[in-house]
């Protein structure tokens, strides 16, 4: 079975520009997350999708992040414009849903705002 | 609210010592317990999980026990390898939302 799948795997901006990042979650896995995982820190929610519909946003700073799952399948993230402290991993995760829900995380988008 | 403390790292240990990193949590009804692991340079790897009161989750060597009478989820290995060297995240998951909330994470380091 295919993991989660996350593009690109590094990615280094200025201040001020933008950046997106994807991400394709497990086949058949209606709850996709976004996390930020700044380093030292546990990752920390920025969104929570139930097919194409936003269960919990309450994290996400939304005067410069944006996310979207329009067909209820893969998702993009995107930073506009970007600040140095964003600086930090950024990682999709998928869950079937239910009571054993356990999430399963892609590898991760590295981003360095310089 | 729901929330899950660690304790702190690093945490440096000789191959083949015994290790423990503790959990503790709390939260509000009947939540799922689980412990990932982050080797350097990748995302996180599901360790292990317990889903209800004295289950006790196990991979790779690694033991937890869901305690509900301590809310604890202590971490568990007889003997490390130096290859157990990376950042072991506990964290819970309420069902009702099916949101997970994790610890600041304990970075463990084994030497040979």
Redesign the interface.
Same mark, same amino acid.
């Given at each position: 079975e295919a993991g989660v799948a996350q593009s690109p795997r590094y990615k280094i901006i200025e201040k001020r520009q933008s950046v997106a990042f994807w991400c394709n979650p497990i086949s058949g896995h209606a709850t996709l997350y976004w996390y930020q995982q700044i380093l030292g820190q546990g990752p920390k929610l920025l969104i929570q999708f139930q097919n194409n519909g936003v269960v919990d946003d309450s994290q996400l700073p939304k005067d410069r992040f944006s996310a979207e799952r329009l067909k209820g399948v893969d998702s993009t993230l995107k930073i506009q414009p970007a600040k140095l402290e964003d600086s930090a991993v950024y990682l999709c995760a998928s869950s079937l849903g239910g009571f054993e829900n356990t999430i399963y995380f892609g590898e991760g988008s590295w981003l360095t705002v310089v | 609210g729901n929330s899950v403390t660690q304790m702190e790292g690093p945490v440096t240990l000789s191959e083949e010592a015994f290790l423990t990193i503790n959990c503790t949590y709390t939260a509000t009804g009947y939540p799922?317990l #689980?412990w990932?692991v982050q080797y350097p340079g990748?995302?996180?790897?599901?360790l292990l999980?317990a889903?209800k009161a004295d289950d006790k989750g196990s991979n790779k060597g690694f033991e937890a026990t869901y305690r509900k009478e301590t809310t604890s989820f202590h971490l568990e290995k007889g003997s490390v390898q130096v290859s157990d060297s990376a950042v072991y #995240?506990c964290a819970l998951?309420y069902?009702s939302?099916?949101?997970?909330i994790?610890?600041?994470?304990t970075r463990l380091s084994i030497r040979p």
């Open positions: - | 799922s #689980f990932y990748e995302g996180l790897q599901l999980k889903t #995240f998951l069902s939302a099916s949101k997970i994790f610890g600041s994470g």
